[in-house]
């Protein structure tokens, strides 16, 4: 069974930084590229960063470039989210998702909840 | 940057009753365009990718078309279970974007 679980989310201060893990369990993890996704409290869905297979090629949204990192371990089966300089507008349930080999997005971790607040 | 318009913004029907549900793209998208369903404290599932493929598992009554930048999600006959938001999303293009979603509430 296909497993995404997220941690690491929580309350941070304005301009802090975070580092949420995703761990992967069910498939092989390097033969997948894997998306953070996020959505703030009653609002829709926002695609943030997607990594490849082997970490090659990387794509952020405008809205986190220069600020989120995004990168994977294959060997622990781990996909990570380092976010610096966060701001209010950060606040959002942080969702790591599974690309299929057709692109959509086909699993689906909980997701952790990043809270920025003074 | 691919902009997603989902209409309506909310849904009203009857248990029974067919939904349908519309998603418009800025620009062509072939047919690169998923939907996924959002139930209230849940992480969205996939529900149809490459505009019209059911993903493993979903029922019959779902279903996908359209192609270049009208789709439409139909379901056929609404069950208690499938009251939810509902989103596409476009991967013909970096950045993937989504619609701002469709609520579908019981009437």
């Known amino acids: 069974e296909v497993q995404l679980v997220e941690s690491g989310g929580g309350l941070v201060l304005p301009g802090g930084s975070l580092r949420l893990s995703c761990a992967a369990s069910?498939?092989?993890?390097?033969?997948?590229?894997m998306n953070w996704v996020r959505q703030a409290p009653g609002k829709g869905l926002e695609w943030i960063s997607y990594i490849s297979r082997y970490g090659s090629t990387i794509y952020y949204a405008d809205s986190v470039r220069g600020r989120f990192t995004i990168s994977r371990d294959n060997a622990e089966n781990s996909l990570y989210l380092q976010m610096n300089s966060l701001g209010a507008e950060d606040t959002a349930i942080y969702y790591c998702a599974r690309d299929s080999l057709s692109w959509e997005l086909d699993y689906w971790g909980q997701g952790t909840l990043v809270t920025v607040s003074s | 940057e691919i902009v997603m318009t989902q209409s309506p913004v909310t849904l009203s029907v009857s248990p029974g009753e067919r939904a349908t549900l519309s998603c418009r793209a800025s620009q062509s998208l072939s047919s690169n365009l998923a939907w996924y369903q959002q139930k209230p404290g849940q992480a969205p599932s996939l529900l149809i990718h490459?505009?019209?493929t059911r993903a493993t598992g979903i029922p019959a009554r779902f279903s996908g078309s359209g192609s270049g930048t009208e789709f439409t999600l139909t379901i056929s006959s609404l069950q208690s279970e499938d009251f939810a938001v509902y989103y596409c999303?476009?991967?013909?293009?970096?950045?993937?974007?989504f619609g701002q979603g469709t609520k579908v509430e019981i009437k």
């Open positions: 999303q476009q991967y013909n293009n970096w950045p993937r974007t």
């Open positions: 069910g498939f092989t993890f390097s033969s997948y590229e």
């Open positions: 490459d505009a019209s």
